[in-house]
């Protein structure tokens, strides 16, 4: 059973718009949460990370929050861009130790166009 | 520069070839992994590699097999490949703990037919 999901799966914007993408999971316990960009055809970036409860990051025009009660993180970008355009993946750790697992969302695919 | 290498980029085999994936990392990370990507689902944790000689199956282990000599490199084997082993292979490394971001490779796309 996924224990991660994405919503929406995917999602088209127009560029300077903003976007809001959720991230839902049922990983017990929960260590860390992390955003990744996945580019087409390219390999994971990581955008940030999130650890407390209501953690709030902010990386340029991507800002996240992570809700620990309710198992749920966003990640919104702000005036999006063409460059924008990609798969957004959400990873949460069930712990930070060597022996933790990483458990991956299947991605939202955002494509922003002009 | 912090860079995962990985080759080939694209690979075709035929069904019951053997099959060699190679990555290498420039940080000298401790943890390795191999994953595969398949649409509509998340990566797969194959295989991860805490340091040389010290690797333990993940989620996804049968039909691979891994080799880690150096630090630096991890190898992943095909042996007598399977068509549903066609997929994008992804290798990562980080430092050790699973808090630690993981630096992708660009993937190598395997189809075997």
């Known amino acids: 059973k996924t224990q991660v999901e994405q919503s929406p799966q995917s999602l088209v914007v127009r560029q300077g718009e903003n976007c809001v993408l959720q991230?839902?999971?049922?990983?017990?316990?929960?260590?860390?949460l992390r955003w990744f960009k996945q580019d087409t055809g390219k390999g994971l970036v990581s955008l940030t990370v999130l650890v407390h409860e209501n953690d709030k990051t902010s990386n340029g025009r991507y800002s996240a929050t992570l809700d620990k009660d309710a198992k749920h993180s966003t990640l919104h970008i702000t005036a999006t861009l063409l460059d924008d355009t990609a798969t957004y993946i959400c990873?949460?750790?069930?712990?930070?130790?060597?022996?933790?697992?990483?458990?991956f969302g299947a991605g939202t695919q955002l494509i922003v166009i002009p | 520069d912090m860079k995962v290498t990985q080759m080939p980029r694209y690979l075709i085999k035929r069904m019951g070839e053997n099959v060699l994936l190679e990555c290498g990392q420039d940080m000298s990370h401790e943890t390795m992994y191999w994953y595969r990507q398949d649409p509509g689902l998340g990566l797969q944790l194959i295989y991860i590699?805490?340091?040389?000689?010290?690797?333990s199956e993940g989620d996804i282990p049968k039909g691979y097999r891994v080799s880690r000599k150096k630090r630096e490199h991890f190898s992943l084997i095909l042996d007598s490949a399977k068509t549903n082993q066609t997929s994008v292979y992804f290798c990562?490394?980080?430092?050790?703990?699973?808090?630690?971001?993981?630096?992708f490779g660009a993937g190598t796309r395997l189809s075997v037919l």
């Open positions: 990873v949460v750790g069930d712990r930070g130790s060597a022996l933790g697992r990483l458990h």
């Open positions: 990562a490394s980080s430092l050790r703990g699973s808090q630690n971001t993981l630096y």
């Open positions: 991230c839902n999971y049922s990983v017990t316990p929960d260590n860390h």
């Open positions: 590699s805490y340091d040389v000689d010290s690797n």
